[in-house]
C-alpha cells in the first residue's frame, strides 16, 4: 500500500507544480487520451447529478481549453498554490491505482491579495505503465457549491 | 523511524477522511476504550491550565458528543476539510508512538463560505496493536484563542 | 528518488516545527555556517532581479536577525503555523540535494484572528553529512509582491 502512496503522492506534486508554474501547456499530458476530466460540487457529486461545472472526455479536449484560455485572456491575471493531502489508496492492481486526495488551492491575483479558492477532493483513476501514472479519470469535487466566475485555470 | 512516519501519516490521513466524509459515527473507533480527548488552545496549554474546550475520557463519551450532535443539530450546516502536516515522531517504542502534527481545517458552510476555521497541532499518544494504531491520548491544542462558538464537529 | 523525499521533508518539517513552536533561536542551525537566506517575490524571481525582502548570506548574520527581534520586540506578538507540500527533488548528488517545496503560512495574531499569512515556494540546496541535511541556501519566492510590514518572523 505504501509504495502506491509514495508512487500517487509523486505524481499528484508533478501535477500541482505545472499548474502552480504557469505551464498550462503540460498540463494535458498527465491525463491518458482517452481520459474524463469533470468538476463538481460535492452537493452534485452526492446526488450522483451529471452537470459539472467543466466536463472533458480527452486529451484534445484539454488541449482546447489551454489554447483558449491563452487566446481569450480575458480573466484577470492569478495564479494558484495547491496543497494536498497525502492520497487514499481506494484500490489498485496492476495497471491502475484508484485514489482519493484532498486538496486545497490558494489564489493569489495580481494586486497581491491571497485568498482561500477551493477545497475538495480529487476522485482519481491512474492508469500504471511503464512511463509513469497518468491519469484516465480525474473528477475535482468541491466542498463549496458558490464558484468564483473566474474559474478559469485547472484545479 | 520513517517506519512509524509512514504508519502514523496514515492512520491521521484516516482520521481526518472520517470527519471530512461527514462519518461521525466511525469517529470513536479511532480510540481505544480507555482514552483521553480534549481541546485546547496554546495558550492554556503552554501554561499548563487543565481548562479544555472539550474534554472526554473514554470511547463512549465520545459517542455520546456525536449522538447528541445528531439529535440537536441545532448547528449551521457545515463541513471540514483536514491538511495535516508530516507527523513528527516525539517518542516510539513497540506498543505506543508518541507523535505532534500540524493541522489546518478549512471550514465550508452551507453558503458555500470558505474560511480558515483552525490551525493548530495535535499532541498524540498512538497505541499500536494488530488492528492497527488507536488513539489512546489526542490533545488538539488550537493556536488561536478566538474559538467560534459553532465548535461543533470534532477536530 | 524516494529517499530523497524522505529525508528532505523530514528535514522541512523539523525547520517548520521550530518557526512554529517559537524558538526562533535555534533556526539558523538549519543553515550551514556559508549560507544564502533570501526572501523575494515571484514577479522579482522571474526577472531576475537581486533585490530581494530580505538577504543573509550566513549564519551570524541569520543570529544577528533573531537577536535584533528579540531586543527590538516592537512587532505585535503573532505566530505562525507552516504547511508544506512534498518536496520536488530537482537534483541530488552524494553530498547535496537540490529541492523545491510548496509552503503556505498562516498566520495568528494575538487577538486569535487567523490569516493566510504566505504562499510561495522554497528553493533549497541542502548539504548532506553525518550530521543530516543542513541549508546551503534557501530562497524563499512569495508568491505574491504584496508584503505585510509585519515580515517579522522567518519564513
Chains 1, 2, 3 share one sequence.
Not at 506534486?13 to 482517452?34: K, M, Q, T
Not at 492520497?87 to 496492476?94: E, K
Not at 486538496?103 to 477532493?121: E, L, Q, S
Amino acid at each position: 500500500m505504501n509504495d502506491a502512496v509514495g508512487l500517487i503522492g509523486h505524481a499528484q506534486n508533478a501535477y500541482a507544480r505545472c499548474i502552480d508554474s504557469g505551464n498550462l501547456e503540460a498540463w494535458p499530458d498527465f491525463f491518458e487520451d482517452e481520459c474524463t476530466y469533470k468538476i463538481t460540487t460535492a452537493e452534485n457529486y452526492a446526488q450522483k447529478l451529471e452537470a459539472g461545472v467543466i466536463f472533458a472526455n480527452s486529451k484534445g479536449m484539454l488541449r482546447d481549453r489551454v489554447a483558449s484560455l491563452r487566446e481569450a485572456n480575458i480573466y484577470e491575471p492569478h495564479v494558484y498554490r495547491h496543497f494536498l493531502g497525502q492520497p487514499w489508496i481506494v484500490a489498485q492492481d496492476a495497471s491502475e491505482v484508484r485514489s482519493e486526495t484532498s486538496f486545497f488551492v490558494a489564489r493569489i491575483m495580481r494586486d497581491g491579495t491571497t485568498d482561500v479558492y477551493a477545497t475538495g477532493r480529487y476522485i482519481d483513476a491512474y492508469k500504471l505503465s511503464a512511463a509513469g501514472p497518468k491519469l484516465r479519470e480525474r473528477i475535482v469535487v468541491c466542498d463549496s457549491s458558490r464558484f468564483d466566475t473566474l474559474l478559469a485555470l485547472p484545479l
